[in-house]
Nanobody
Framework: VHLVESGGGLVQAGGSLRLSCAAS????????IGWVRQAPGKEREGVAC???????YFGYSVKDRFTISIDNAKNTVYLQMSSLKSEDTAVYYC????????????????WGQGTQVTVSS
């Protein structure tokens, strides 16, 4: 399993950003895939996840602002982030496991290297 994130950067509050994660070594029918973030001094927090049955799960703080989608042909998962807030500033990790973990206990076995998202207010 190999996960490579891209698309992070600096954005103003209220703006949008799309993160991408190129996955290899598995298919989205075999593993659930999602995003976890970690802000400085805070614990890791599950952001979004698509399960193998295509059910979608979102953290409460991002629900209705973030969407998650997959492109099977490219084996890539996307996190579209809108109405960004300063509290969304964090390193965002692409993660995978047989099932989606609860957002407060994102104990995924497979992690990418992370991409920094900084929202300026």
């Amino acid at each position: 399993v190999h996960l490579v994130e891209s698309g992070g950067g600096l954005v103003q509050a209220g703006g949008s950003l799309r993160l991408s994660c190129a996955a290899s070594g598995f298919t989205f029918d075999e593993l659930s895939i999602g995003w976890v973030r970690q802000a400085p001094g805070k614990e890791r927090e599950g952001v979004a996840c698509i399960a193998t049955d295509r059910a979608e799960y979102f953290g409460y703080s991002v629900k209705d602002r973030f969407t998650i989608s997959i492109d099977n042909a490219k084996n890539t998962v996307y996190l579209q982030m809108s109405s960004l807030k300063s509290e969304d500033t964090a390193v965002y990790y692409c993660v995978a496991d047989p099932a989606c973990w609860p957002t407060r206990s994102p104990l995924y076995n497979h992690w990418g290297q992370g991409t920094q998202v900084t929202v300026s207010s």
